[in-house]
């Protein structure tokens, strides 16, 4: 079954810099595009990056651009999201999916948590 393994988040001061990891299976990983949400308590789930599996189309929202970069490496069916010049409001459950714009799959892994705080 479809499965997604979310790892690498953490408590980090503002500023600072984390890279996440998600480890895909369950699908044909090299057909579909990969792309990062983030989900705040209370909040409903939100796009942050996303990638088509030949890199040539990526997205990031209003709140990442310049500040992070997804890519992926398709032999490991792994998508990344390297988090730069993090600040409080980053502050988070970080998960990935399939899909550009929408998700591609109603199974979700456990996420990982971003704390960004002095």
């Known amino acids: 079954q479809v499965q997604f393994v979310e790892s690498g988040g953490g408590l980090v001061q503002p500023g600072g810099s984390l890279r996440l990891s998600c480890s895909a299976s369950g699908f044909a990983f090299i057909s579909y595009a990969m792309s990062w949400y983030l989900q705040a308590p209370g909040k409903e789930r939100e796009l942050v990056a996303a990638m088509t599996s030949t890199g040539i189309r990526v997205y990031y929202g209003d709140s990442s651009k310049g500040r992070f970069t997804i890519s992926s490496y398709n032999a490991k069916h792994t998508v990344y999201l390297q988090m730069n010049s993090l600040k409080p409001e980053d502050t988070s459950v970080y998960y990935c999916?399939?899909?550009?714009?929408?998700?591609?799959?109603?199974?979700w892994g456990q996420g990982t948590q971003v704390t960004v705080t002095p």
């Open positions: 999916n399939a899909g550009f714009t929408t998700h591609a799959f109603g199974s």
